[in-house]
Nanobody, 121 residues
Framework: QVQLVESGGGLVQPGGSLRLSCTASGSIFSINAMGWYRQAPGKQRELVATLTSGGSTHYVDSVKGRFTISRDDAKKTVYLQMNSLKPEDTAVYYC???????????????WGQGTQVTVSS
């Protein structure tokens, strides 16, 4: 019923930029927070950036100053602008939303399908 659709991944050279987007759709009453995670092969999934409904942001130290998370409330979309990309940023990036489904009183986590980001020469 609730879906998160991601786009924007791809192959870029070191120092390049990408912008990921994630749009939530379905029977959503409200969104408490949205964020981005990433997972490299053989590694644990890592929280990259989060954005609450109140506008608070959090970034993992390794991306501070390079990545920016933002949102468009009307479109129910969260973005991740990634600049100065490094090979170690290579991973599958997943969108996450903590939201309240219409007709319920439960906050639930939903995940996008993931989008591949590869930083390589």
């Amino acid at each position: 019923q609730v879906q998160l659709v991601e786009s924007g991944g791809g192959l870029v050279q070191p120092g390049g930029s990408l912008r990921l987007s994630c749009t939530a759709s379905g029977s959503i009453f409200s969104i408490n927070a949205m964020g981005w995670y990433r997972q490299a092969p053989g590694k644990q999934r890592e929280l990259v950036a989060t954005l609450t409904s109140g506008g608070s942001t959090h970034y993992v130290d390794s991306v501070k100053g390079r990545f920016t998370i933002s949102r468009d409330d009307a479109k129910k979309t969260v973005y991740l602008q990634m600049n100065s990309l490094k090979p170690e940023d290579t991973a599958v990036y997943y969108c996450n939303a903590d939201l309240l489904v219409e007709g319920t009183r439960d906050l639930l986590d939903y995940w996008g399908q993931g989008t591949q980001v590869t930083v390589s020469s």
